[in-house]
């Protein structure tokens, strides 16, 4: 399978975006999937998950309260809403799919067996 992550652009301080991600050559239904973002300079960094029955995503510390990760399996997308964005949110925005055989939420890098090519946010203050 192979995913596409789109919706990235330029906001300013306190803007919202929606960052979407879509399965090709195959589905994700079956497969946790999750944000990464990787800002210049810095290690890739977990941002968001959600398992593939849609239950309670994880979030990291830095976007809790702001972002909101959901699917839609009929459709194989998974959506990552982004309010309140802050200069510190600008990186590049990667979605990332588990085995299909693993339930598990991680929010290591390395748990993450496919993943699909960026799409940059930018946050101007």
């Known amino acids: 399978v192979q995913l596409q992550a789109s919706g990235g652009g330029q906001v300013q301080t306190g803007g919202s975006l929606r960052l979407s991600c879509a399965a090709s050559g195959g589905t994700f239904s079956s497969n946790v999937i999750a944000w990464f973002r990787q800002a210049p300079g810095k290690e890739r960094e977990f941002v968001a998950a959600?398992?593939?029955?849609?239950?309670?995503?994880v979030y990291s510390d830095s976007v809790k309260g702001r972002f909101t990760i959901s699917r839609d399996n009929a459709k194989d997308t998974v959506n990552l809403q982004m309010s309140g964005l802050k200069p510190g949110d600008t990186a590049v925005y990667y979605c990332a799919a588990r085995s299909p055989r693993i339930t598990v939420i991680s929010r290591t890098r390395s748990s993450y067996t496919y993943w699909g090519k960026g799409t940059q946010v930018t946050v101007s203050s």
């Open positions: 959600i398992s593939k029955a849609g239950g309670t995503p």
